[in-house]
């Protein structure tokens, strides 16, 4: 599976914005997906995660109520849709794939990782 995030950009705290991840291959609808970020200095983290229908997500405490993470398996496409984004936020973000929706906050735990999409929230 090849991830290729889009959708970064710059803008003001308080507004949103809209990642998307499109995965090449006809098994992405077999993996659970990943977001994670990292911002300069600091190890990345997990951001939110979903299973491979869509059933079933989790977030970070750090953005639950805020983010809402979602997929089209027949676009073979994950989106991360982000309000109110706040300068915290800012941070190079980046989709993952596993097969399974275990340790789904583990960066090691996934597969398949996109290039990254930089997300930068102004005060």
């Known amino acids: 599976v090849q991830l290729q995030a889009s959708g970064g950009g710059l803008v003001q705290a308080g507004c949103y914005l809209r990642l998307s991840c499109a995965a090449s291959?006809?098994?992405?609808?077999?993996?659970?997906m990943g977001w994670f970020r990292q911002a300069p200095g600091k190890e990345r983290e997990f951001v939110a995660a979903?299973?491979?229908?869509?059933?079933?997500?989790s977030y970070a405490d750090s953005v639950k109520g805020r983010f809402t993470i979602s997929r089209d398996n027949a676009k073979n496409t994950v989106y991360l849709q982000m309000n109110s984004l706040k300068p915290e936020d800012t941070a190079v973000y980046y989709c993952?794939?596993?097969?399974?929706?275990?340790?789904?906050?583990?960066?090691?735990?996934?597969?398949?990782w996109g290039q990254g999409t930089q997300v930068t929230v102004s005060s």
């Open positions: 979903i299973s491979w229908r869509g059933y079933t997500t």
């Open positions: 993952a794939a596993k097969l399974d929706y275990t340790d789904r906050e583990k960066t090691y735990e996934y597969d398949y």
């Open positions: 291959g006809r098994t992405f609808s077999s993996y659970a």
